[in-house]
């Protein structure tokens, strides 16, 4: 039987495994309509290697905190960047994520000599930026970011749900499912909704 998850793995390594100071980058929550964007980039050891490290979608919640742990504490360097939803509205969910990969990849100490940029392409003077299309399937580098920033903004989340019980943000994180579109109709826009975004809009418009 072929190990898909080794072909995966060996796929992911090939990019890291020759040369020094490789940063991954990916962010969190663009897709929400409550909350920040979280953007991290991570510079791991030229022979480090996990297997489990992948995108973080893909990984079960307590898979995601105990890799969160250890790329931590393995990382040469980490950074991670949270843009309020107040600063989406004004840049645009695009930009808001281009300018969090800049910061966070400007404040990793040393300089990477390659960042791996999931998707998105970016320019930051005197660096090497690459774009790569599902990079978190292809960098461990970029997957090991994407668990930083998804674990990051799901603790955001979390304490959010405290604050407002009534809205259940520990269960949907901030998306537009239909349960935070009718629990934002009912209680109301929270000063966290991006108001730039259409359900909030709509419901602004509609004096829900």
């Given at each position: 039987m072929i190990d898909k998850s080794r072909i995966l793995f060996d796929s992911q390594i090939r990019f890291e495994n020759k040369t020094k100071f490789i940063s991954g980058s990916d962010e969190a929550g663009r897709g929400a309509m409550a909350g920040p964007i979280v953007v991290a980039s991570v510079i791991l050891p030229s022979d480090y290697q996990n297997p489990l490290i992948r995108d973080s979608k893909k990984l079960s919640k307590k898979q995601r905190e105990l890799l969160f742990e250890e790329i931590k504490a393995i990382a040469i360097s980490y950074a991670i960047e949270i843009i309020e939803a107040s600063d989406v509205d004004i840049l645009n969910p695009k930009q808001a994520s281009r300018v969090g990969m800049v910061n966070s990849i400007m404040n990793l100490k040393p300089k990477p000599v390659v960042s791996l940029i999931d998707a998105e392409k970016i320019v930051i003077?005197?660096?090497?930026c690459l774009p790569f299309i599902k990079g978190d399937d292809l960098s461990q580098s970029i997957a090991a970011a994407s668990i930083l920033a998804k674990t990051t903004?799901?603790?955001?989340m979390i304490e959010y749900a405290k604050v407002y019980p009534e809205y259940n943000f520990d269960l949907h994180k901030?998306?537009?499912v239909k349960e935070h579109v009718e629990k934002?109709?009912?209680f109301g826009v929270l000063p966290i909704h991006r108001?730039?975004?259409k359900p909030i809009k709509d419901i602004l418009e509609n004096n829900f």
């Open positions: 003077e005197n660096y090497n903004r799901d603790n955001i901030g998306y537009c934002t109709k009912k108001k730039s975004y």
